[in-house]
């Protein structure tokens, strides 16, 4: 099966910037529809952005549309988040995904560790 591991999460400013990458293992699976979700203290985990398997399609959560940008390299097997015009309510634990298979409406079946991104004002 696949495995995920997250880094690039740390403290930033409001109006800043942060990258997170997602190292993903297993061929195969690494190349179905990936995602980033998070996780605020206190709250469910939110869907935050997704790309498909070659990279030709994504979409995003209304809130943060215009400051995310996900993208992946399928030479490197890694997934990025790269985030701008941060604010004080993206901070969260944020998790890598992965589909367990190549259909459109697959699950997220493979999960990384999380991490975390705090936001200071």
């Known amino acids: 099966q696949v495995q995920l591991v997250e880094s690039g999460g740390g403290l930033v400013q409001a109006g800043g910037s942060l990258r997170l990458s997602c190292a993903a293992s297993?061929?195969?699976?690494?190349?179905?529809?990936m995602g980033w979700f998070r996780q605020a203290p206190g709250k469910e985990r939110e869907f935050v952005a997704s790309?498909?398997?070659?990279?030709?399609?994504?979409y995003y959560a209304d809130s943060v549309k215009g400051r995310f940008t996900i993208s992946r390299d399928s030479a490197k097997n890694t997934l990025y988040l790269q985030m701008t015009s941060l604010k004080f309510e993206d901070t969260a634990v944020y998790y890598c995904?992965?589909?367990?298979?190549?259909?459109?409406?697959?699950?997220?079946?493979?999960w990384g560790q999380g991490t975390q991104v705090t936001v200071s004002s």
């Open positions: 790309i498909s398997r070659i990279g030709g399609s994504t």
């Open positions: 297993g061929r195969t699976f690494s190349r179905n529809r």
């Open positions: 995904a992965a589909a367990g298979s190549s259909v459109v409406n697959a699950r997220w079946d493979y």
